[in-house]
Structures are given as structure tokens and as C-alpha cells.
């Protein structure tokens, strides 16, 4: 950090910055007519906010659905060989459905001549629904040359490059949760990725614009027993890719000490840990004894590689939803090891497709119900869903700014355009030492920060200018009486300077650098809806930003582990039998049925334990 300067920027006031803020943008109205810049891995010039296009959004609005009976019945066609996987991808179940605000709230409403009428609830908090479809960020770019990548029909990505890039090494699995929404273990064949499969979907990743960074996740099943797990991530890591990720229940990193530094040398930057609260009795329902204990014990291992955590936790009404709050206290508490926690309502899917009507309505679990259940169950301080709540989308704000002020980088930064129905977000602030926690909304002016910043990038200018505008922003929308004892403006800047590390790889050493921070950290609370057949909404899928790569190219996420494609790749692509697998590889270990995973004793500060 350049002290000078954050002295400089601490010592200006609200009105001061106002002022200055509004001469800025008298300025660059006088130069706002110069070409956009068009960067090299873009497939056109950076776009102005106005010329960013949206799906249809609003309340009532039509769109495509599936009829979830119907898309079964191709599906099982497929498998039996009675239809092409052509013929599927051009009619997987299509019917129109309708999004309507009724009773206080919003539902999708579709009939299929065959199968009949499906109701289902997107959101129980229309305003809330509202809201986040009104700070939608919107696209940049629609894909390009991506004719060998996205070929699925209807559900067909057709826009930006997305938060994350799964990559499902493979469908075995070390516990057998139900509900799995991709049935690991079911099936009666193992498909594992080969080093040539993962080697192809790397290539096809970069083989289309635009080309923005993204998290790789390696996902499964659970992808540390998978064969090739290791090997695949140092591949990643030597063809250039830096975040990458692993999406596990744990397990290994809990029971080996020495596995999550053998992830790190091989190229992981973070975790996503599958966590459903804070102890053993939360997770009982996965079919393990002791799943809380071994979370702990592979968050510890996390830490001491150098890694961060990022919690993902899958939620069900009735079920686990007075937990969320205890899940987001205990990132607070672990706050040095933990960088976000995503929360996942459930996704009716594998082994849950088969949902009565009234266990699906008993279950239901949407975003607006994440941020009411947070504001109720946290005491500490005051978090408000109509506040302190954004589109993930809004994120990308600063992408596009940080894209204006560089366009000579060879590929743009991290950027999503996630439906603002499917993805949300609330940043807080977290004080390392304290423990204290805030909503950043409480005490800056989020909404307008968003519009400086978007208006500093359509402005444009030299990379300095936007910069000090963006302090000029950060500081009129800075309120000091509002802000909790501690957070000063200074205080504010070192996450202002880092802020291009969260959307950038290429600096030196980025990932030690992107895995710490300074006193307060920033806490991200989001929440991720995958969409089941239900309410099942193809035109967000065509903007998928967490497609998952597969054998016959990126598949938008629903599309894949709720629309019948999974099934279909993994039938066509499978390794081998069960059995044959077995007879080469043996049987992998299973915990169920209120088993206990065994785990060693640690040597910690010189005291034997056994977890
Ligand atoms: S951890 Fe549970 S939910 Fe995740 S893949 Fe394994 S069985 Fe499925």
C-alpha cells in the first residue's frame, strides 16, 4: 500500500468528494465520445452499461420450460438407445411456463398436455425478487466460435464466460448422501475423466471469446478419490490456469494431515468445503457419525497449506435452515481460514428427482428465504435483506472497470453474469482480531457506489483517473457516523487496493497474495440457486455462468444435473462397469449408515489428540 496516498484518501470528507466527484464527471462527459477499447480477447469493444443486454426480467413474464415428466421419458429413450441424442437435443420436454406474483410470491406456472399442471415457488419475497432484478449488471459479449463447446439445443450457453468452470473428475463418491443431486454411487458404472478428457476440456476453454478469467472447480462425486485428481489439477496449473478450486465433503483432507499441502504444491488455491452447520448431528443425514469433527480437522489442514476455505452449504426447509445462521457465526470465528460461505438451496435432483409434490413444498428453500433466515438468526449486528443484498452480477461492475483500465491484459478479468434470480450476495466486513462483523451496505452507500462505478467506466479515460474517481466514489459514499467503532475510511483502503487481486491472476505470487488480507477482511455471504425441473427456466440457463465441462463440451449446470445430460454423457462416456471397476481397482470406502470415519491422531503444539 502507498502510505502518501492512503493518508491523502483518509483525509477526505464526504462533501469534499462529493464535489469532486461531481467535477469529474463534468470532465469526462467532455471526453466520454472516445472509442471504446477493444481488447484482444474480447470479441468486440468493451461494451457501455446501456449496451449490455438482460433475459426478459419483470413480473409476469413467459418463458420456456421443461415438463419434468416429459424430459424424463427422453431421457430413458436415450439410455435405451430409442431416440439420438440429436432428437433429445432438440426436444428435451419443452412447454411454455409463466413467472407470476401471487400471495406474496413468486411462482412458475406450467402445463404439459400429456402430464398436466406444475406449480412451484421462486421466491418468497417479491420485493426481494425485485430488487435484485433491478440491479442486474447484465451481459457483455454473446460467445463466439464456441460451435464445438456449447451445442446442447435449447439450453445452449449463449453468453459470457461464466464465475466457474466445473470439471466432474468423477462419480464415485466416499459417503452416499441423500439428497445427492447427482446420485453418486447409483449408478451401475463408474465415468472418470481420463488425462486426454481433461486435457481436451482445458483446450476447449480456451478455445472461444470472450476469455475471462473463471474458477476451475474440480467437482465429482468427490473428486479427491478420484484416479487422475492430483494429476489433473497440476495440469490445469502448468496450461495457466490459477484459480483453481476443489469442491469436497473433506473427507481425505480430514483424515490425511498431509493432503491438503500435496493439493497445494499440485496448483490449489482454494476449497469449497461442503459444511450444513456446526455440528456432528447437522450433517447426521449425509450417513456419517463424526462429518462436523472431520470439517474441522480438514479446515485446520486447509489453513496450514496456505489455503482458504470457502463453505458450501446445502440447505433444506424444515431440514438444516436454522443452522444458517450458526454456519455464518462460524466463519466469522474462523475467519482467518474462511473466505466465503454459498449457500445452495436444494435442487430436487438425482436421487431426490422423485419428490412428492407436498415434500418438495415442505422443502422448498429459495434466495429471498436465505436472507430473511440470516436476518433472524444473527444478533450481532443487523443485516437486512432490502440492504445489505446484491445480484452476484453487481460483482461485475468492477470487472468492467478493471477491463477499462486494462485493455491491453491478455484475458479479461473474472466477470459474472449470473441470472439475478439464481445468484445473490451480501459483502460484510470482518475484523481478524475482533471478530466484530458488518454489512458493508450499512455504512456505504452500495447503490450508488455501483452506479460510480459503472458510470467511471463508461467515462473511460486514463487508468489514474478512473482509479482516484474510484476513490472519490468510495469516499462521498462512505458514511463515518453510520460506520462501527474501528472502520475508517483508512481503514477501507487496503481493501480498495487488493480489490484487483479478487478479479485478477496476474500478479507475482497472486494466489499467496489472494489468500490473505489485511485487518478487516472482506466476508462474502452468497447464495447459489441451481434450478430443478420444477422451475426450470431456459433462458437462464442460456447464460449459465457455472457450466460444467464435460466429454461433449460446457454444459449449463440445471441443464446438466437436473435436465437428463448428465446421465446421458456419463451412460455414453462410461469408464467401465462397477464391476470391472472393481475387480481392477477394488471397492472404494463408503461411510454410511451412521458410521464413523476414523481419523489419526495429530501432533499439535506438542499435545497428542485424537479428533
Ligand atoms: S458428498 Fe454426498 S452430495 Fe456430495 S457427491 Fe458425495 S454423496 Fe453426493
Redesign the pocket.
Known sequence: MDPSRSSRFARLSPAAANVAWHASRLLSAWSSHRSRPSPTWAPGPLPKSHERTAPPLGLPRRTQSLCPQCNREAVNAVLAGARTVAEFREDPGLIEAHIVEESGRVVMRKDCARHGSYEDVLSTDPAFFRRMESLYVGHDFTCTDDEAVHNHGAASIETGRGLALIVDLTNR?????S???????HAPYVHELSMDHVKRIFERARSFKPQREFNILF????PTIAQNFLDAVSYAWSAGFKRICVVT?GIRLGQEDDFAARMRAAGVHQVYL?LDGTSNEAHRY?GAANLFDVKRRALENIARAGMMANLQV?VMKSVNNDSVGDVVRFAVENINKVRSVLFQPIMFA??DALVSDDDRRARRYTLADVAHDLRGQTTAFEWLPLRDWFPTSAYSVFANLFDNMHPESAIGSIYSDVHPGRGVFSPLLVNQKTKQAVPIASFVNVDRLLRDVTAIADDGGAAALMKARLALSVARNFDARRAPAGITLASLWPILERLDIRYKSDAPNWSEQDNMDAEWRLLIVAASWFQDLFGYDLSTERMDATPVATVEGEIAFSAYNAAGWRQIVEHQHQTASLAEWHQHHGRHRIYAHGKLIPMTPTVEAGQRTTA
Open positions: 463418491c466416499n459417503l452416499k448422501c439428497p445427492c443431486f447427482m446420485d453418486a454411487n467437482a465429482g462425486g468427490e465433503n461442503q449425509r446445502a438425482g436421487r
